[in-house]
């Protein structure tokens, strides 16, 4: 019974596999340290079968899970002498999946505790710095005075200076684009501007520049850096976000 | 004669971010070289005092009920309104509805805050599920940084939480993280056990509000 393509619902409600087994452990008021576990491998695949049927996004880690369920399941089903040398001799097969759903659980506690606390903070205002509103719904380069294409303009130059390459010559490709994060978070630690052009090194190859080009706006748009401009067409300078919202 | 009190809350308010006993101690010290003269007054003032007299300013603006407490929050000192009064300046400040977090993101939230630094993989393993696009979420809403990366094989970045976690959930420092997950755990325990001493924790949990009192709650630091 095909669902129609366009309709594709997120179960947020479990968000992954530990999500789900925590639902139905509570749900059944089972006691997480001694899990019954082939009746809850049959509830979980259940619940599996059911989000299918739905046609429901499902991520890849439920199915890993319930592979896990039934690999415990089979261990259980084993008599004890038969079961695989394990470095402790009496463990449990199911001992490290609780300590993950005893683990994660915890977190969930705590990030109950956090909503909580958020919520309160809502209704608490302050005078404020420069203060950048949280802009969930906009993802977007958050660039101040510079534009886009001012950034392209700039890059378009420092590609220029670019180290001419030779026909024939191949390159280890050695920068990454996370190299270049690093790059510039590490120089805007010991200096609080930089100037564009100073983040291109004198013999810089093509790649290098672009891998650091990517990085400036990944960082743009992740709100660690900014890009300013003090005049029109001018020079572009990147800065730290400022101490009110940073960390020291 | 300016009392210390005044120049403390002068201070406080002109600051437009949380200000450190430590960053208002040096203010004091500075003065009182450069200036000299009847700043001279505070040249030798310490951390405690300065301490001391925030604790009699929370108390008395607690009382005078003026819309507005000092708090410590994010490592500073700063005045913040009252939650009561919180619908009027919704509407003189035109704010929209304010957008929370997600359950998923508040736990993933939650990990990084007690586990920094930690690696995406990491998180994930506690999880259960991919993170990639919360993590991007909390670095945008700059809850979260970058704060260097792994030596392991693909040299992961490493995430940790920013001074703006801290004034967003009102902590006061990484150390408050502490008393939450006992707090949580408390809260289990109190409900089968009666005459927990740990139930009046989390009774005050929820309101985590000092200023009335002036003293510090029970186990904080």
Known sequence: MPVREDYKVRLDVFEGPLDLLLYLIKKDEVDIYNIPIEKITAQYMEYLNLMRMLDLNIAGEFIVMAATLMMIKSRMLLPVEERPELEDEEEDPRWDLVRQLIEYKKFKDIATRLQELEQYRENIFALAGPAIPPDADEPGLALQDVSIFDLITAFNEALKKARPEQIGEIHAERWTVADKIEFILGALRNQSQLVFSALFPANASRHEIICTFLALLELIRLRQVMAVQRERFGEIIIEAVPVSVASV | ?221
């Not at chain 2, 004669?1 to 406080?12: D, P």
């Not at chain 2, 490592?75 to 009027?88: D, H, I, K, T, Y």
């Not at chain 2, 490493?158 to 809260?187: S, V």
Request: glycine residues 8%.
């Open chain 2, 1 to 221: 004669m300016v009392e210390l009190k005044a120049v403390l809350g002068a201070l406080i308010f002109a600051a437009g971010r949380p200000l450190s006993i430590k960053e208002m101690r040096r203010c004091l010290v500075e003065v009182a070289e450069n200036a000299g003269g009847e700043t001279a007054a505070f040249k030798a003032v310490t951390e405690r005092d300065i301490a001391t007299v925030l604790e009699e300013l929370t108390v008395e603006l607690g009382r005078v009920g003026c819309g507005f407490a000092l708090r410590e929050v994010a490592g500073g000192f700063r005045f913040e309104s009252v939650p009561e009064c919180a619908p009027w300046m919704r509407h003189l400040l035109n704010c929209g509805k304010p957008s929370r977090l997600s359950r998923p993101a508040l736990e993933t939230l939650a990990i990084i805050a007690y586990r920094q630094p930690i690696t995406r993989a990491d998180i994930e393993a506690v999880r259960g599920v991919n993170v990639d696009h919360i993590i991007r979420l909390l670095m945008e809403m700059q809850l979260i940084k970058i704060v260097g990366r792994s030596d392991l094989p693909g040299r992961p970045f490493l995430y940790g939480t920013t001074r703006f976690f801290l004034e967003h959930f009102g902590l006061r420092d990484l150390k408050d993280l502490q008393e939450i997950e006992p707090a949580m755990l408390a809260r289990r325990e109190g409900m089968s056990r009666s005459g927990q001493c740990s139930t009046e924790t989390t009774t005050n949990a929820s309101t985590e509000e000092p200023a009335d009192s002036g003293q510090q709650e029970v186990g904080k630091p």
